[in-house]
C-alpha cells in the first residue's frame, strides 16, 4: 500500500474516531440536568447548589460589572431575588468573564459593586472559565432558571430577563417572571427560550 493510501486511511480513521469522542460543547437545552458547582462568593465562601436545601430550583444570572446592558437590569435582577427567593427560587449570580482581559469584573470590584447596589444574593465568580461553557451562556446578563427535582436541577427556561433592558417601565413581557410563575403554579411555561441580549462573554 503506497505510503499516501496509508496516510488517507489513518486520516479518515481519526476523523471517525474524533466525531465520537469530541463533541462541540452547546451548553444546555430545555430540559438538560444542569451539574452543579463550587465557586467564590464575594464574602469568600464557596456555594454550590446543593447549599439551597429548601431551593425549589434557581435563577442562575450570568451577568458582571463592566457590560451596560448587565448594569442595566442590575435593579432587575435584585427584585427577582427580593421576590422569588423566599419563594423557593434564589437568584444566583455568576460572573464569567476573563479578568485579564476585564479586570473591572474581578473579585475586589465584584465585592465595591455588590455593596454599592446592595445585593441580596450570591455573586460567584467563575475564575476558571469552566462553568458558562457547561451552561452555554454567551452574553451578560444571560439568564437559566432551573427547577430542582428528583432526578436534578432540570433547565426550564434560558435567555434574557424581559423584552425591554433600555427602559424597565416599558417592558411588556416579563419572560423569568413568567416562567418562574408558571413552574410555581405547576404550569406549563409558555416561552421556554428567548435570545439573550448583552455583551459577550470575554474568554
Known amino acids: 500500500m503506497k505510503t499516501t493510501q496509508k496516510l488517507l486511511i489513518l486520516f479518515v480513521l481519526v476523523l471517525s474516531v474524533s ?3 469530541i463533541k462541540p460543547s452547546q451548553g444546555y437545552k430545555i430540559g438538560d440536568v444542569a451539574t ?3 465557586l467564590e462568593n464575594i464574602d469568600g465562601t464557596m ?3 446543593s447549599d439551597f436545601e429548601d431551593a425549589k ?3 442562575i444570572t450570568f ?3 463592566t457590560c451596560p446592558y448587565a448594569i442595566a437590569y442590575e435593579d432587575r435582577v435584585e427584585a427577582l431575588n427580593k421576590k422569588y427567593a423566599s419563594k423557593g427560587y434564589p437568584v444566583i449570580a455568576i460572573m464569567p468573564n476573563n479578568t485579564t482581559i476585564k479586570p473591572g469584573d474581578n473579585m475586589e470590584a465584584m465585592q465595591k459593586r455588590a455593596k454599592e447596589k446592595g445585593f441580596t444574593f450570591p455573586y460567584l465568580i467563575d475564575a476558571e472559565q469552566d462553568i458558562y461553557p457547561q451552561y452555554g451562556a454567551t452574553k451578560t446578563p444571560h439568564i437559566y432558571v432551573l427547577q430542582k427535582t428528583k432526578k436534578g436541577n432540570i433547565v426550564k427556561y434560558i435567555g434574557a430577563i424581559d423584552d425591554n433592558f433600555q427602559d424597565a417601565n416599558a417592558v411588556k413581557t416579563k419572560y423569568v417572571e413568567d416562567a418562574v410563575n408558571a413552574l410555581l403554579q405547576g404550569n406549563e411555561i409558555k416561552v421556554k427560550e428567548t435570545k439573550a441580549i448583552g455583551c459577550s462573554i470575554k474568554a
Open 63 to 65: 451577568t458582571c460589572n
Open 19 to 21: 466525531a465520537f469522542t
Open 36 to 38: 452543579d458547582f463550587k
Open 57 to 59: 430550583g434557581f435563577i
Open 47 to 49: 456555594v454550590s447548589l
